[in-house]
């Protein structure tokens, strides 16, 4: 029997108060590319969560959130400074720097995090015609470790990029576990630490589909519909995108399943650790990344799935979801328990 597995939060399905959102909204005829009343009180939402200064745009996935965000930023002489672990560096098939025209300078980053060190060093270059530019700091939040920025953090990267007129993109595709985590509202968490764009995901946190970017600098928000168009990314039928952000920004929706999906991975954390399974990442947001024998991750893998992350060193990613429960961490956790028994037994 195969269980639930553990192996990414887009593995989980539509939170029921989506779907239900999605039938409302299939009634009857709609204008299409936006003029509709779904996508009016979703841009509404949006502005009452990140400010009224700021302007949504509904897209239809992640990868496309985070090239459309940095193309907005950029030209193609620029740079755009990331950690080596980012999505834009790792899992994004070179679409970043395809489409922008911009040089990654990716940095060591065990955690996943930036540090102000890791972006001065890249300052040499600017004002010099024979090497790119630098001008975009992107983070992700929470980071692809499992990380999270405090607002702090935040604060000071938004404050150094903008005395050193570099702009912020931050990639969200699990900014309300991050939220979630620091019990912060999105307006602390986004707007008020400085940040210029995000990648706002949902997809990862019960949606069936859609994404939204979030322009928080006016400066590049008045041609950012022709930015979409050219990338593809113009839904006509927008009010299916945009109901699920209703449903999903009214209520706290957002916040209930990320909460879960957190505290699931912290009792993930805590089961495998009575094991004596070494974590090798703080476990903030909703992923647990462990070092395994290589049997053990066998065996546990013909019973639930789960990647793989650094062969290297036996080193597993698992991830909860929305939707986990107590029951799939405790089923998890003895099978766990009972392989390491069968192969650490001398």
């Known amino acids: 029997m195969i269980y639930r597995g553990f192996a990414s939060d887009n593995n989980a399905g539509v939170h029921p108060r989506i779907m239900q959102a999605l039938t409302n909204a299939n009634q009857g005829h709609c204008k299409a590319y936006g003029d509709d009343p779904y996508t009016q009180r979703a841009e509404q939402l949006f502005k009452e969560h990140f400010g009224q200064q700021s302007e949504v745009f509904f897209i239809f996935n992640g990868t496309a959130a985070n090239v459309l965000s940095l193309q907005a930023l950029s030209h193609s002489y620029h740079a755009i400074i990331c950690a080596d672990t980012a999505h834009i560096h790792v899992d994004e098939c070179g679409a970043p720097e395809r489409f922008t025209g911009c040089k990654l300078l990716d940095n060591p980053a065990s955690d996943g995090k930036l540090t102000i060190a890791d972006i001065e060093k890249h300052l040499h270059l600017t004002g010099f015609e024979h090497h790119v530019q630098p001008k975009v700091i992107s983070i992700t ?3 692809e470790m499992g990380t999270v920025y405090s607002v702090d953090e935040l604060k000071e990267i938004a404050a150094f990029a903008h005395r050193h007129q570099l702009l912020l993109h931050v990639d969200g595709a699990r900014i309300a576990n991050a939220a979630a985590y620091l019990n912060t509202s999105f307006k602390e968490l986004v707007t008020d630490t400085g940040v210029d764009i995000l990648s706002f995901g949902g997809t990862k946190n019960g949606l069936m589909y859609g994404e939204a970017i979030v322009v928080l600098n006016p400066e590049y928000s008045l041609d950012f519909k022709y930015i979409r168009k050219q990338g593809m990314q113009l839904a006509s039928k927008m009010r299916y995108i945009a109901a699920q952000f209703e449903a999903y920004l009214s209520g706290d929706l957002y916040l209930e399943n990320a909460r879960n999906a957190n505290k699931m991975a912290r009792l993930l954390h805590q089961k495998a650790g009575e094991s004596g399974v070494r974590i090798t990442q703080k476990v903030e947001a909703n992923e647990v990344f462990a070092v395994l024998p ?10 639930f799935f789960f990647y793989m992350w650094d062969e290297s060193k036996n080193e597993v990613r698992w991830v909860c979801s929305w939707d986990t429960t107590e029951d799939d961490v405790l089923q998890f956790t003895s099978v ?5 028994n069968k192969y650490t037994t001398v």
């Not at 290589?294 to 019973?303: C, D, G, N």
């Not at 766990?336 to 390491?340: F, Y």
């Open 336 to 340: 766990l328990k009972k392989a390491l």
């Open 141 to 143: 939040q929470s980071t």
């Open 294 to 303: 290589s049997a053990v991750i066998r065996e546990l893998q013909e019973t």
